[in-house]
């Protein structure tokens, strides 16, 4: 059977371009080489309780904001969403406590109490927020000019503009200090990724009452409806070219699978490696996409909780030790920074059941133990992830008194496991690096050199749950034209 589009890899950006692809009519099938589908967002099941592997919280989904049109379509609105508090996020650096409002202007007057000199600068900074809010749809708009304004935002530096705009040192750690969610780094940084990963939540921030794998299970099924095919434990071991065109994926159980368009949720390196032979994807080509830098993964330490033990809180709780937020994690030092996150609980009750704490980790942490797999590393890894979450728990208390009592059980990830069982390289977190210095190399189109191989998710432009839809919907316009898409969102 030849598909009209074959899809690589069952992460977020692959369900969602199976999803609006099968929707319009077309003949999908999705191919995983896991056990299940669902890439980062997916979730894994311990003593009855699932557990999530990368999603906490996501922005702008109320009416009329960022992502509500996209997750409308996509049938995603109807999950059980909790909305956070009004201060979604807290941020404490060095014993002093910040907080994170919804709503552009309420975000600049709390933060603003804090620091009045900057009152001004600090709606300034808002409106920029909602005006690249705004822009990221309006690229999907077939009479768009507003490429170049995100242009110019994305050869702009994050740590640059904020040096520029703002004068108090702790106001620009304070602002840095929610962006776990994307890897800070000052000499890199695109302003437009930092905006961009930041600014929906000040729309209006959400968590699921349920693990993440709700998102993965609703496109799933709803892809089946339209009569979408997905394929576990089907891994692609090579992307057959004939004149200059992919002809038809290779697995690595022996079937093969005819296609007329190919999309690639995986790695952009990894997809080049299974275009074995090609006339279109030249040798400069792989070797700029094997050449640009990974971001760094996480280190992740989730908490079953006793019954009753603690009650649930529905913000964000973000600490660092000292004002150093924008450089702690390249620091050798023991654990200086992370998030704190609990789940909603389920029962009805006011306890929560888990907590998660969460700080990066670079690959050079784990790079000792790269050629072992998960259940073969050894004592001496069994002993740096104890001792790295003793040392997370031990900054988390301060904040949760009594935390270490209460917990009934605790399971670790590290960038080895995101590795080996999403199969992103190194473990990234959020991806290819972006790089305001060399945006043109660092930001990738949809687009490949062959025609009619696409790429999709989290590597391209955007990362994270939101970033990962927009990139989706750019990926579907290359197939349904950007009218189609505009529809979709333009409301």
Known sequence: MKYDVVIIGSGLGGLECAYILSRAGMRVLLL???TQ???????????????????????????????YAAFDYLGLLRLPWQRMDACFDRVTIGGRTFAFAEGYDAFAETLAADFPSEREALHSYARLLKDVARQQ?????????????????????????????FHDAMLINVLGGTSLKMELRKESLPLFTFAHAGGSFIES??????DGGQIVHSLINDIRSFGGEIICRCGVQELV??????????????????????????????????????????????????????????????????PCSLPYFNYNHYVYRRPNVWTFHQENRPVEGMMISCRVPEDGSKYTQQVDLLTPMTWDSCRQWSDTRIGQ???AYLRMKKEKAEECIRLAEPFIPGLREMVAECYIS??????????????????????????????????????????????????????????????????????????????
């Open 205 to 210: 921030s959400w968590r699921l009452k349920g």
């Open 414 to 491: 590290t960038p080895l496991t995101y590795r080996d069982y999403t199969g992103a390289p190194e473990g990234t977190a959020y991806g290819l690096r972006k790089d305001f210095r060399d945006p043109l190399m660092t930001l990738l189109s949809p687009r490949t050199p062959i025609p009619n191989l696409l790429l999709t998710g989290q590597n391209l432009m955007l990362h994270g749950l939101h970033g990962v839809t927009m990139t989706a919907l750019f990926t579907c316009a290359e197939v349904l034209g950007k009218e189609a898409i505009w529809n979709i969102v333009k409301n």
């Open 377 to 379: 590393r050894g004592d």
């Open 32 to 34: 995983e080489q896991g």
């Open 241 to 306: 070219e004939k004149g200059g065109q992919l002809v038809r994926a290779v697995c690595k159980n022996g079937e093969s699978y005819e296609g007329k368009v190919f999309i690639s949720n995986i790695h952009p390196a990894a997809t080049c490696d299974l275009v074995k032979q090609s006339e279109k994807m030249k040798k400069v080509y792989r070797n700029r996409i094997h050449g640009l830098p990974n971001t760094f993964g996480m280190f992740t330490v989730s908490l079953c909780l006793k």
């Open 37 to 67: 589908a669902g890439g980062c967002i997916q979730s894994y099941r311990r003593h009855g309780l699932s557990y999530d592997t990368g999603f906490h919280y996501v922005g702008g989904l109320d009416e009329g904001q960022t992502l």
């Open 137 to 165: 749809l309006g690229v999907l708009n077939p009479c768009s000019k507003g490429a170049s304004q995100a242009s110019a935002l994305f050869e702009t530096g994050a740590y640059p503009y904020f040096r520029e705009k």
